[in-house]
């Protein structure tokens, strides 16, 4: 089945209705799309514990993600082109990168066209969330990840985090940046380690147990809390820090790699009624940079740019820089 539909929350014109030469306006679509995948088709393989998620009735994991569009209000005035942007922690970045946009310091949900490089050319932009860990808003796109079970249970399992403080820093979250953390399953749990180290490839040294706990600082007092990690005198400015824990929550991560494939193919090749895209679109292109890129790299990896229609997804990918990884 893969996308089943698009929920559509809002449809405004692009930039207060202004014209990009000869294509005219643009439109601006806000919603969810919908998922319902068969974690025993071969094109879904791939994704790690999808057999383990939660299925309806008819065998299909659902899930579901964060989704926006620009398009040509005239259909007749595209390129018959599509660009979708892997985004980048919940935000867009293909108009900063294409039509030289301005950087935004605070992420907003507004789109900027910038010069308009994209718009004149008639091409349709799409953004759908990916990272089950984005903590979203209106300006931050994400996923509702399905979650791996096992008797019913979340499955338990080990979790790391890296903390390199550019301050000091009594405590810190269980995840990389602002985003939801991996909860740790045991406050008390012995076999956890916090090692610390000076740089990248430096020696570890493992900090005593009583020295840290999974906490939030309050006056300088530690408070028991599953998605915090304290350190008596706090972490130090520079130094790299990893805690190794067990923890209580196992998302279908791979679960945003399909929400990527499926929305695509949806847009280029459904010809449902909640489709914007039906019969407008007969190429599609992929852009993603730095942690995007490394994305599209591990999407060609697991082999996924085939639908479980059989059906080519991309036409081609920009995995820009994405640095050494795979």
Same mark, same amino acid.
């Given at each position: 089945?893969?996308?089943?539909?698009?929920?559509?929350?809002?449809?405004?014109?692009?930039?207060?209705?202004?014209?990009?030469?000869?294509?005219?306006?643009?439109?601006?679509?806000?919603?969810?799309?919908?998922?319902?995948?068969?974690?025993?088709?071969?094109?879904?393989?791939?994704?790690?514990?999808?057999?383990?998620?939660?299925?309806?009735?008819?065998?299909?994991?659902?899930?579901?993600?964060?989704?926006?569009?620009?398009?040509?209000?005239?259909?007749?005035?595209?390129?018959?082109?599509?660009?979708? $942007?892997?985004? @980048?922690?919940? =935000?867009?970045? %293909?108009?900063?990168?294409?039509? !030289?946009?301005? *950087?935004?310091?605070?992420?907003?949900?507004?789109?900027?066209?910038?010069?308009?490089?994209?718009?004149?050319?008639?091409?349709?932009?799409?953004?759908?969330?990916?990272?089950?860990?984005?903590?979203?808003?209106?300006?931050?796109?994400?996923?509702?990840?399905?979650?791996?079970?096992?008797?019913?249970?979340?499955?338990?399992?080990?979790?790391?985090?890296?903390?390199?403080?550019?301050?000091?820093?009594?405590?810190?979250?269980?995840?990389?940046?602002?985003?939801?953390?991996?909860?740790?399953?045991?406050?008390?749990?012995?076999?956890?380690?916090?090692?610390?180290? $000076?740089?990248? @490839?430096?020696? =570890?040294?493992? %900090?005593?147990?009583?020295?840290? !706990?999974?906490? *939030?600082?309050?006056?300088?007092?530690?408070?028991?809390?599953?998605?915090?990690?304290?350190?008596?005198?706090?972490?130090?400015?520079?130094?790299?820090?990893?805690?190794?824990?067990?923890?209580?929550?196992?998302?279908?991560?791979?679960?945003?790699?399909?929400?990527?494939?499926?929305?695509?193919?949806?847009?280029?090749?459904?010809?449902?009624?909640?489709?914007?895209?039906?019969?407008?679109?007969?190429?599609?292109?992929?852009?993603?940079?730095?942690?995007?890129?490394?994305?599209?790299?591990?999407?060609?990896?697991?082999?996924?740019?085939?639908?479980?229609?059989?059906?080519?997804?991309?036409?081609?990918?920009?995995?820009?820089?994405?640095?050494?990884? !795979?």
């Amino acid at each position: 089945m893969a996308a089943t539909h698009l929920e559509i929350r809002s449809r405004t014109l692009l930039a207060g209705g202004a014209a990009f030469g000869n294509v005219g306006p643009y439109e601006r679509l806000d919603g969810t799309i919908h998922f319902a995948v068969d974690p025993s088709h071969p094109a879904n393989a791939g994704i790690v514990d999808l057999d383990r998620a939660p299925r309806d009735a008819q065998g299909y994991v659902r899930f579901s993600a964060d989704f926006c569009l620009v398009q040509p209000v005239d259909p007749a005035r595209g390129s018959g082109r599509l660009l979708l $942007d892997v985004l @980048n922690r919940g =935000r867009k970045t %293909v108009l900063t990168q294409f039509n !030289r946009a301005p *950087r935004e310091a605070v992420p907003s949900e507004r789109i900027d066209p910038g010069d308009g490089f994209l718009m004149a050319r008639g091409w349709t932009i799409a953004w759908c969330g990916w990272q089950w860990d984005v903590i979203r808003s209106p300006a931050l796109m994400g996923l509702e990840a399905p979650r791996a079970l096992q008797d019913g249970r979340p499955i338990p399992g080990q979790g790391r985090v890296e903390v390199q403080p550019n301050e000091p820093l009594p405590d810190h979250l269980l995840a990389d940046r602002v985003h939801h953390p991996y909860p740790a399953a045991d406050l008390d749990e012995a076999e956890a380690v916090l090692t610390v180290r $000076d740089w990248w @490839n430096g020696p =570890r040294t493992v %900090v005593p147990r009583e020295q840290w !706990r999974f906490a *939030r600082d309050e006056g300088g007092r530690p408070v028991p809390d599953h998605t915090r990690v304290w350190l008596r005198g706090g972490f130090e400015p520079g130094r790299i820090y990893e805690v190794l824990y067990t923890t209580s929550d196992c998302p279908v991560v791979g679960a945003g790699l399909l929400a990527v494939r499926d929305c695509v193919a949806f847009l280029r090749h459904a010809t449902a009624a909640d489709n914007p895209c039906a019969g407008r679109i007969r190429h599609v292109y992929g852009f993603g940079a730095s942690q995007s890129g490394r994305f599209l790299r591990h999407f060609l990896y697991l082999g996924l740019n085939v639908d479980e229609d059989g059906r080519q997804v991309f036409d081609g990918l920009l995995a820009h820089i994405a640095g050494a990884r !795979r």
